[in-house]
């Protein structure tokens, strides 16, 4: 069947973290691969994460050690991957003798240390808030602290990534494309699917991935109109932005007096990231917005910690996100398992549906091959796994050489602003040449649209990573949304508008 150009092996429908981890684990496998996603890739929940690659360390309390082991053990797998958007930081934990004892922390994070087979990042230690920098934006009742490690990411760009990777291998990428509807048939799905000219194609596929997050449920029931035996628990997480807090670059975990515990971690250089809540939802909202409950919260958990009170007239910016976890029965938000769940219905000898349940950024590479192992018995013919040790597009240099590669950049780029190639680095590790191509200085980049954002990187985001508006160049692929004003967010919107789509000749 894959032999005709609109049947596949495999049909995945969103465009997040899982669909796309998945797009790419099966294309590197051989399969004709193809992933359709309605409006951007990392447009939903993936980009609205706290952007840490971590175990989570609260989860010990809940006795997730399995879940923790799994995460903790897929940090420097994912780090060697792609150094250049994710690293390591440092987490301090100021101790709050009222909420839970020191002995439970020093045991949690020795447990943290040891289960997941930690190489390269730093053991937790114990700290003078007395002495340390890490106390000095903290009240003064705070004397002591433990700090350990985890890894941040640029949530949204891993996703990118993983597509890229996936197109790469050959998979059909198609961003701006619907589900309409899809019928089981006796040795295949069809789908319909509509592109944003309202355009439709009908293609057909040995197996269907629903990856579609906090819509996994609206596709089974609206687009497949099939029944569900899972039940779907929709947790909404929100973060707030506020000016910079503290000057060091370590990151704080704060308790609460209600057993929740919230980040707050340096951001874009100038602001401070705090969050997340955990708000359980009856049903999916058309517009994902903080309230005004949400923010209130976050401000008075950070207050309780930080000397400078945080206040809502203090907050730069929100987003937040709708987690689509898997029920397992517990009583509140922030007991819901983190886990995945994979769903596979359908005969025995018809095509499969699978859908995904829960999970974290964190291991979704795990989760994209638990999900190839369910679907085996449709692709006899697949490769075996091969994703660990393989790095994502940009990320084919060491764990250490950031500024060596900055240092080479500036080399062959010399009259090019050192601020710019750092974050071109951050953004796009050793694609950051195929970006700037032949560009000799400022002026050849293109319109400046504002801080270090040129023409040359739009076309190549539209061109190459599926940009298709100032939002999704701003807030999912660039992250400059904060840094670029407002006349440079209408002309970059305008930019758009005019639907340019000459490719660059440098990128052949």
């Excluded at 994912?78 to 994710?86: C, D, K, N, Q, V």
């Excluded at 769940?341 to 005969?347: A, D, I, K, N, Y």
Aim: aromatic letters at 8%.
């Amino acid at each position: 069947m894959p032999n005709t150009p609109n049947a596949y092996d495999l049909a995945i429908i969103g465009g997040g973290i899982n669909g796309c981890g998945i797009a790419r684990d099966a294309a590197g496998r051989g399969l004709k691969v193809l992933l359709c996603e309605k409006t951007d890739l990392a447009a939903g929940t993936s980009s609205a994460s706290t952007k840490l690659i971590h175990g989570g360390l609260r989860y010990l309390e809940h006795y997730e050690f399995g879940l923790v082991r799994e995460s903790l053990s897929e940090r420097e797998v994912l780090w060697e991957m792609a150094p250049h958007i994710i690293w390591p930081l440092r987490f301090v934990l100021p101790h709050n003798p009222g909420l839970r004892p020191a002995w439970l922390i020093r045991l949690g994070l020795f447990l943290y240390d040891h289960i997941g087979g930690r190489k390269k990042l730093p053991a937790s230690k114990t700290l003078s808030l007395k002495n340390d920098p890490a106390g000095e934006p903290l009240k003064p009742g705070f004397g002591k602290a433990f700090e350990y490690s985890d890894c941040w990411v640029e949530d949204s760009r891993l996703v990118v990534l993983n597509a890229m990777d996936a197109a790469e291998r050959g998979a059909d990428v198609r961003v701006g494309s619907e589900l309409i509807e899809a019928k089981r048939e006796a040795k295949s799905w069809s789908l319909q699917l509509k592109d944003r000219d309202g355009n439709t194609d009908t293609i057909q596929a040995k197996a269907l991935v629903n990856a579609a997050g906090p819509w996994v449920g609206d596709v089974i029931e609206r687009r497949l109109g099939a029944n569900s035996r899972a039940n779907i628990r929709l947790v909404k997480g929100s973060h707030i932005v506020v000016p910079k807090m503290f000057e060091h670059e370590r990151c704080y975990i704060f308790q609460n007096a209600d057993k929740r515990i919230i980040f707050a971690i340096p951001y874009q250089t100038d602001f401070t990231l705090i969050g997340t809540t955990d708000l359980e939802l009856t049903e999916l909202p058309g517009k994902i917005e903080i309230s005004e409950d949400e923010i209130a919260y976050l401000c008075n958990a950070a207050s309780e910690y930080f000397e400078k009170p945080v206040t809502p007239d203090d907050v730069v910016w929100t987003y937040s996100g709708v987690r689509p976890l898997y029920n397992d029965g517990d009583s509140s938000a922030q007991e819901v398992t983190r886990d995945y769940v994979l769903e596979r219905t359908g005969p025995a000898e018809g095509p499969a549906l699978l859908s995904i349940f829960g999970g974290k950024i964190t291991t979704f590479r795990r989760l994209a091959g638990d999900a190839m192992k369910k679907l085996e018995d449709c692709f006899p013919n697949a490769g075996p796994e091969w994703t660990r040790g393989a790095t994502l597009p940009g990320g084919d240099f060491a764990t250490d050489g950031f500024d060596d590669l900055v240092e080479a950049l500036a080399a062959e780029y010399p009259k090019l602003e050192r601020r710019l190639l750092r974050r071109l680095v951050r953004a796009y590790g050793t694609r950051t040449r195929k970006l700037l191509g032949d560009a000799t200085d400022t002026p050849s980049l293109g319109t400046h649209f504002g801080d270090t954002l040129y023409e040359r990187e739009v076309r190549y985001l539209q061109t190459v990573e599926w940009a298709n508006s100032a939002e999704s160049v701003l807030w999912r692929r660039s992250k400059l949304g904060l840094k670029v004003d407002d006349k440079g967010k209408k002309a970059l919107k305008a930019w758009f508008d005019k639907k340019k789509t000459e490719a660059m000749p440098t990128m052949s």
